[in-house]
């Protein structure tokens, strides 16, 4: 299927992929793809968008962070017809998100308009929390068993998912370079899995760092010019690496 302009990433669930595009000046959408076709099944119209943000999907619904500035705003769309179960504000300024990190219990988003995260009631939409972190865009929370994390500005928290409130952190130190994360975390057997821009090692290298979440210390890191969020699988790590991000390594978990 032919799309107006570069989709975010997407959401495969229940034969349907759903993408997130500008398609017209600051106009956003939200488009249903069958997955074996690739037919449009049904778009949602987002007008006066900042940016297009990717979705989420979650049990039968679509989750969307729509970005403009003192009108944003977190969607429920129904995932078959796309029509608007529930919005809810949320403070921004003009940034750009990840996607919602979303389970039964809730939604949970980066916003603020000096950076921190959210908390919704996924069947409502009604606000559970704000905790004030620090002022990036471009990471989302992370949700692994029953545990929510964040990671921005080289510090891994961990948060309440009823009130936001901070368990606790890890600070492993950060290279500032402008307000975007573009990475969040990955977890599997216990372990969370993140890349660190340090201010311990040389410039312009990474640390992949693996967490063991059970301890809160770090189980072990390595030194390479990674980039973005590592992928975890079968009891490896996969990052992307090198200068010009011509590689993927791969690491016993």
């Keep these: 299927t032919n799309l107006t302009s570069t989709p975010h990433q997407l959401a495969v669930s229940d034969g349907k992929v759903i993408a997130s595009l500008m398609i017209s000046g600051q106009d956003s959408a939200i488009i249903a793809l069958d997955s074996a076709t690739g037919g449009e ?104 068993e029953d545990g929510l994390y964040s990671f921005v500005k080289g510090i891994l928290r961990s948060h309440n998912k009823t009130n936001g409130a901070i368990f606790w952190s890890l600070d492993f130190g950060w290279n500032w370079s402008g307000y975007s994360m573009n990475r969040t975390t990955a977890c599997a057997d216990g372990l969370l899995f993140l890349i660190n821009d340090s201010v311990t090692i040389p410039a312009g290298d990474q640390e992949l760092i693996g967490v063991d979440l059970g301890t809160q210390t770090v189980a072990w890191k390595v030194q390479n010019r990674f980039t973005g969020t590592p992928a975890v699988a079968h009891e490896s790590v996969f990052a992307i690496s090198g200068s010009t991000k011509n590689s993927v390594r791969a690491y016993d978990a």
């Design 41 to 144: 099944l049904w778009r949602s119209i987002m007008k006066d968008a900042a940016y297009a943000n990717p979705p989420t999907w979650h049990n039968g619904s679509v989750f969307y962070q729509f970005s403009n500035h003192s009108n944003s705003q977190l969607y429920r769309l129904n995932g078959v017809t796309g029509t608007t179960l529930w919005q809810a504000p949320f403070a921004a300024q003009w940034d750009q998100y990840l996607a919602p990190a979303v389970d039964d219990t809730g939604v949970f988003v980066n916003g603020g308009t000096y950076g921190g995260i959210y908390g919704f009631n996924p069947n409502s939409g009604a606000q559970s929390f704000f905790t004030s972190l620090d002022q990036y865009e471009q990471w989302t929370p992370t949700l692994y």
